[in-house]
């Protein structure tokens, strides 16, 4: 039987539906393919880009062997890590990711080289996935040098081990230990040639963890091997392998750099912090001006507390974490600072050593002046 016009109309019009909808769905397909692929680096120094903010670069300066690592969408992993070096000398590479620049490399939107004294807190966190055929270190390479440079070598060297497998040590010798950022570190010290090297050795591996580079940037000025009047150029995080190496991977990555404007400087913001003293403890009394002509909205006011320093108790906002780079949050009934307005809140705390001030502060990631 021959279909009526209407039918067949309907029966074509099914079908080009359909059609239409295939033709989208495998569209879509091949665009998720397309944003979800990963990126292959065997090249010895090949590098990319991963959450549009940091660079992954596969590093393999110190051998000659194939050494692969394949980016994910918050990290890399290593993919093939062939051949071994002696433990008793260099690792074969440092596959890793930066925020900052290395060897004129620089990371996308990044705002280091920074002075040292210009950076109120320097928030980072990481995830690392380990493996256990291997001889290796998962660790941070932070870099420091007395100008902005960009290229080449710098002058200080801090490395971070969060886990070592094998009989690898850091550079130089043991100089004893320290707490760090609430940690507990064996402190090396040494020179490898072509720059002063300071390392922190967990006593037992670290999977994950949030910390402020700029305890341990202090730790290298107390130590003489850097000053406040040094620059801050790159925050590393990635392997040392000496054998082996694939399967290490870091999941996730992410690095922050709060610098301030100089005191006195009223700019967008204005910082009071009042202090009152006693052996061991501490209050602040913090005033926070908002110096634009527009309200600022669910205001948080960021700042790192100096090195042994924690808070015990707040009013008038909530501040977290207790110690390291905190967040001054306001609360529901004063969350707003009006035009040419103030906010004020205080806490206490305890501290250790000497006593002093955070040096900078951030409304809601715009850097103030203090008065």
């Given at each position: 039987?021959?279909?009526?016009?209407?039918?067949?109309?309907s029966a074509r019009g099914l079908f080009g539906a359909l059609l239409t909808a295939l033709i989208s769905l495998a569209a879509l397909l091949t665009a998720a393919s397309v944003a979800q692929a990963d990126t292959t680096l065997c090249e010895q120094f090949g590098s990319t880009t991963v959450q549009g903010r940091y660079v992954v670069q596969n590093n393999r300066w110190g051998t000659s062997q194939a050494q692969c690592v394949t980016t994910t969408d918050s990290g890399f992993r290593i993919t093939r890590a062939d051949g071994s070096v002696p433990t008793t000398g260099a690792p074969?590479?440092?596959?890793?990711?930066f925020n900052g620049c290395h060897y004129?490399?620089?990371?996308?939107?990044?705002?280091?080289?920074?002075?040292?004294?210009?950076?109120?807190?320097?928030p980072t966190s990481v995830?690392?996935?380990?493996?256990?055929?291997?001889?290796?270190?998962?660790?941070?390479?932070?870099?420091?040098?007395p100008t902005p440079r960009?290229?080449?070598?710098?002058?200080?060297?801090?490395?971070?081990?969060f886990n070592k497998v094998g009989p690898v040590q850091p550079v130089g010798s043991q100089v004893g230990t320290a707490t760090v950022a609430g940690r507990q570190w064996q402190v090396w010290s040494g020179n490898n040639g072509s720059n002063d090297v300071l390392t922190f050795v967990a006593?037992?591996?670290?999977?994950?963890?949030?910390?402020?580079?700029?305890?341990?940037?202090?730790?290298?000025?107390?130590?003489?091997?850097?000053?406040?009047?040094?620059?801050?150029?790159?925050?590393?995080?990635?392997?040392?392998?000496?054998?082996?190496?694939?399967?290490?991977?870091?999941?996730?990555f992410s690095s922050t750099v709060n610098t301030v404007g100089s005191p006195g400087n009223s700019g967008a913001c204005m910082v009071a912090y009042a202090t009152?003293?006693?052996?061991?403890?501490?209050?602040?009394?913090?005033?926070?001006?908002?110096?634009?002509s527009s309200p600022v909205d669910s205001w948080k006011l960021g700042f790192s507390l100096p090195a042994g320093q924690r808070i015990t108790s707040s009013w008038n906002a909530d501040v977290s974490p207790s110690s390291g780079t905190v967040t001054a949050s306001g609360p529901p009934y004063d969350a707003q600072i009006s035009p040419g307005g103030h906010v004020s809140f205080g806490f206490?705390?305890?501290?250790?050593?000497?006593?002093?001030?955070?040096?900078?502060?951030?409304?809601?990631?715009?850097?103030?002046?203090t008065a």
């Open positions: 039987m021959r279909p009526s016009p209407h039918r067949a109309r074969k590479s440092y596959p890793s990711l004129t490399n620089c990371s996308p939107g990044t705002s280091l080289p920074a002075r040292l004294s210009t950076i109120a807190g320097s995830s690392y996935s380990y493996v256990s055929n291997a001889v290796y270190d998962a660790a941070y390479d932070i870099w420091l040098d960009t290229d080449g070598v710098n002058r200080t060297e801090i490395m971070i081990w006593p037992s591996a670290i999977a994950d963890w949030g910390f402020d580079v700029m305890d341990f940037a202090r730790q290298a000025v107390s130590r003489g091997l850097a000053q406040n009047s040094w620059y801050l150029t790159s925050i590393q995080a990635g392997f040392e392998p000496w054998q082996n190496g694939a399967g290490l991977a870091v999941t996730s009152n003293t006693w052996q061991g403890g501490f209050t602040a009394d913090v005033t926070v001006t908002n110096s634009t206490q705390g305890s501290y250790g050593g000497g006593f002093a001030k955070p040096t900078g502060f951030g409304l809601n990631g715009t850097p103030c002046g």
